[in-house]
């Protein structure tokens, strides 16, 4: 199978795949930062844009499995994990009210109910 461009690029650079996501962080902190201090309101909960960072790379993940093999098991652990760290993201990030007493049980519920079919079909 020969490689694109694109995935020799990424094959032969020594800093990693992840490189421009710093590049990224840094750019978005200065703004975040250099805003506040011209005098516009950022929101109290900034940091919880942070929480986007393993969020953008399960769905990236997500993704590429997605194009290699289509919709399937490898694709659902990484989709649901970048849903659920942009729902927490958004969750902190506009201060919603959530009721915890009600939400963590149902993730326990669903993950018991997501492993049992799991374990059925593979029967």
């Known amino acids: 199978m020969s490689n694109t461009p694109l ?3 990424d094959a032969n650079d020594p800093r990693g795949p992840g490189a421009w996501v710093a590049a990224l962080i840094l750019i978005g902190v200065g703004i975040v930062f250099l805003l506040q201090n011209m005098g516009y ?9 942070f929480i986007l960072i393993p969020a953008v790379f399960a ?10 093999n289509g919709f399937g098991a ?7 994990t970048g849903i659920v760290l ?11 009210d ?4 009600v939400i963590w049980p149902a993730v326990l519920i669903v993950i018991g109910v997501l492993a049992l079919g799991r374990a059925y079909s593979r029967r």
């Open 74 to 80: 490898a694709v659902i652990g990484p989709l649901i």
């Open 98 to 101: 959530v009721d915890w007493n």
């Open 7 to 9: 995935q020799e690029d």
């Open 59 to 68: 769905l990236i993940g997500a993704w590429k499995a997605y194009a290699a």
């Open 41 to 49: 309101a950022i929101p109290g909960n900034w940091w919880a844009l």
């Open 86 to 96: 942009v729902a927490l993201t958004l969750m902190f990030l506009f201060d919603l």
